[in-house]
């Protein structure tokens, strides 16, 4: 059967994985609506690929078989009800928003596993979430990210402004350390991977996050450790930025396109 795919939000995510259904890259799959509140992009949408239907608003994706999110993170709030009553897929790639807002965290909690098995996380920037599975079998004692990342992605930051942090041409500089529900709070565009490892294991308060300047590097690094009874893992992640949104890893739009490809 067809994937047909409802899309929100056409910016570099977004883009990446319309090109990728267009070039066939992903089996069965078309692009049967989209939307975005940037009139512009729905415009050159409309020239460029004629048969793709713009959505009247962010819900009206009724002949979609599957939803992606590659937006902000208010539009998973304000979707999320109706894609669950729909018992269409989701694919939420801000995935930040289940716990910046915690109304979203315990409706997603609270779900059935039919439901559950609708909403496809996707590892998005970071990954390991098989073995993290498997180790919650007899259970995850700690968890934690530490994210390094360029001094340019934290241009203006405003928890790093108001708390006058001083960025360092010389040295890493550590600007956060805490939960992962404070971490997103703070880091909104630049902490999806601390929301997702959270969501697979200890949950917003219990998973630890570490975000760190650090002037000598190009890659965003992720360093996730996990501790259980079953072993100590460290999984280290050092994404390349893409080629055509320096602000986002390239892996993060790959994994939208695998996990699209998995259904
Ligand atoms: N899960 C991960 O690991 C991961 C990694 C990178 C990015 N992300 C997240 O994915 C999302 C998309 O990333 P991107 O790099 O494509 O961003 P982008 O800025 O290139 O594109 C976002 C698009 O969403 C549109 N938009 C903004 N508000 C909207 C609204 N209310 N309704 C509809 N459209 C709206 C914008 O006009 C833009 O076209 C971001 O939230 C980002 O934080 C997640």
């Not at 078989?65 to 709030?77: K, R």
């Not at 109706?82 to 269409?88: A, G, M």
């Not at 934690?144 to 340019?152: D, F, S």
Request: aromatic residues 8%.
């Amino acid at each position: 059967m067809t994937k047909k795919v409802g899309l929100i939000g056409i910016g570099y995510i977004g883009t990446t994985i319309i090109q990728a259904i267009i070039e066939g890259k992903i089996e069965n799959a078309e692009i049967q609506a989209v939307y975005d509140i940037d009139k512009e992009k729905v415009e050159k949408i409309k020239e460029e690929y004629p048969s793709i239907r713009i959505m009247s608003s962010i819900t009206d994706f009724h002949d979609c078989s599957i939803i992606i999110e590659c937006a902000i993170q208010e539009v998973v709030t304000q979707i999320f009800d109706v894609i669950v009553k729909s018992e269409k897929y989701f694919i939420p790639m801000s995935i930040g928003a289940f716990i910046t807002f915690p109304d979203l965290y315990s409706k997603y909690q609270n779900l059935n596993e039919k439901q559950r098995s609708k909403i496809l996380l996707p590892s998005g920037a970071i990954g390991g979430f098989d073995c993290i599975d498997t180790i919650k079998l007899v259970g995850i004692k700690n968890a934690r990210i530490q994210t390094r990342k360029p001094n340019r992605s934290f241009r203006n930051n405003k928890f790093i402004e108001s708390n006058n942090i001083k960025l360092s041409e010389n040295s890493s500089v550590v600007l956060f350390e805490g939960n992962a529900k404070l971490a997103t709070t703070y880091f909104p565009r630049s902490i999806n991977v601390a929301a997702r490892l959270a969501l697979s294991t200890l949950g917003p308060e219990k998973t630890s996050v570490e975000i760190i300047a650090d002037p000598s590097i190009s890659r965003n690094i992720h360093t996730i450790e996990i501790e259980s009874e079953v072993g100590k893992y460290n999984f280290i992640f050092e994404n390349n930025p893409s080629p055509a949104n320096p602000k986002t890893s390239w892996l993060a739009a790959l994994s939208a396109i695998y996990t699209i490809k998995g259904i």
